[in-house]
């Protein structure tokens, strides 16, 4: 990992997040893949406790604006949806050696770039600037003619109230602690 990569937690800040499929290959482009991937996010999310503020899922990336993970960090939450969405997408193809007739697993095509972009949000101001960018971004690539008509993203929660694969804004499985007395 390079020395110039930074990356800042611990502070409360919301997380607007960006990951992209290897080389832009459209492994998030079907019905099919884009459910798969929101029911990963949805587990992780739970799992990982976070809150997930917005989200869109285009053909090649996604948007995510969320929350400090109350376990592990940003780092560690994405980790676990690109593997698991990889380890779902991209069977593992054997191959037989032939000098000894063994089954041998070969390494799987990647499906995500090796990092992904993480801009802390600290206002409201930019908290509204990411989730417009994120809602307005299949309109943009021509995608869809109006942010609603886009299944994969928390615009239509926004605007109808409608509760899709991913939960957002839930403060459900967030969890309080409380700080020992001193002895």
Not at 56 to 85: I, W
Not at 116 to 145: A, G, I, S, W
Not at 167 to 183: F, H, I, K, P, S
Request: net charge positive; proline share 5%; aromatic share 10%.
């Amino acid at each position: 990992m390079p020395r110039s990569l930074k990356r800042y937690c611990g502070s409360g800040d919301l997380h607007y997040i960006t990951c992209s499929c290897y080389e832009r290959k459209r492994w998030l482009g079907t019905d099919q893949q884009g459910d798969l991937f929101l029911r990963i996010l949805e587990e992780v999310r739970n799992e990982h406790r976070f809150l997930v503020l917005g989200y869109v899922v285009m053909p090649e990336h996604f948007h995510l604006l969320m929350s400090e993970p109350q376990v592990g960090n940003p780092s560690t939450a994405m980790q676990s949806v690109k593997q698991r969405f990889a380890q779902r997408v991209v069977p593992r193809r054997r191959r037989r050696k032939k000098q000894k007739g063994l089954l041998q697993e070969t390494a799987p095509m990647p499906v995500w770039q090796p990092r992904f972009y993480d801009f802390n949000v600290y206002t409201e101001r930019k908290r509204v600037e990411k989730l417009r960018y994120m809602h307005r971004n299949p309109v943009k690539r021509e995608l869809v003619q109006q942010p609603e008509q886009w299944t994969w993203s928390s615009f239509r929660h926004y605007k109808y109230g409608e509760t899709g694969l991913v939960r957002v804004n839930d403060c459900d499985l967030m969890q309080m602690g409380v700080r020992r007395q001193a002895v």
